[in-house]
């Protein structure tokens, strides 16, 4: 039987930014991907800071929604 990919295996294979241009085009399944790679490191990282487990869960979920608002900024010639 033929297994045909889902869009979540394309966007695993992409790099990140490859996955930003895709936000920039308005691909609402790339900015899961990079949440899904993006949350848990963002969200220890803020928690470290913070120390506070409500306020860093609050400070990642406003990072993902300011990228997803602005995503029209994101530079179209971005390098690795």
């Keep these: ?3 045909f990919p889902n869009k979540r295996d394309q966007y695993c294979q992409l790099g990140d930014i490859e996955i930003l241009d895709l936000i920039r085009q308005s691909r ?3 900015l899961t991907e990079i949440f899904n790679r993006y949350w848990e490191p963002l ?3 803020v928690m470290r800071v913070l120390r506070d487990d ?3 869960r609050d400070v990642v979920q ?3 929604i300011a990228l ?3 995503k029209s900024r994101i530079a179209g010639n971005l390098l690795p």
């Design 54 to 56: 409500d306020e860093a």
């Design 68 to 70: 997803w608002q602005k």
């Design 1 to 3: 039987m033929t297994r």
């Design 62 to 64: 406003e990072t993902f």
């Design 43 to 45: 969200f220890l990282y």
């Design 28 to 30: 609402n399944a790339a």
